[in-house]
């Protein structure tokens, strides 16, 4: 079975910074497309960043130079680094991990940028 656990989010102040994780079981992930997703309240859920099999990354032009993936193989774990937050990156976050017609997703976590 697989499963992509995300960790909590969180409040966070304008111009700080949060790292989520995403644990994944039952795949090898780095396989994996692996991607997190944000979906605010009234939008579309959108692609923020993506991890690709061979390392290579890309992001939203909302987030390039805030944000960064990455991925540790030993522990099966993907991360978002997030810095220099805004309140317009208040959302619910989401992992996720596709490969082929596969495709799958984390619970989501919400992290609120607000002071």
């Known amino acids: 079975q697989v499963q992509l656990v995300e960790s909590e989010g969180g409040l966070v102040q304008p111009g700080g910074s949060l790292r989520l994780s995403c644990a994944a079981s039952?795949?090898?992930?780095?396989?994996?497309?692996m991607g997190w997703y944000r979906q605010a309240p009234g939008k579309q859920r959108e692609l923020v960043a993506a991890?690709?099999?061979?390392?290579?990354?890309n992001y939203a032009d909302s987030v390039k130079g805030r944000f960064t993936i990455s991925r540790d193989t030993a522990r099966n774990t993907v991360y978002l680094q997030m810095n220099s937050l805004r309140p317009e990156d208040t959302a619910v976050y989401y992992c996720?991990?596709?490969?082929?017609?596969?495709?799958?997703w984390g619970q989501g976590t919400q992290v609120t940028v607000s002071s």
């Open positions: 039952g795949i090898r992930l780095r396989l994996y497309t």
């Open positions: 991890m690709f099999g061979d390392g290579t990354t």
């Open positions: 996720n991990a596709a490969i082929g017609s596969l495709d799958y």
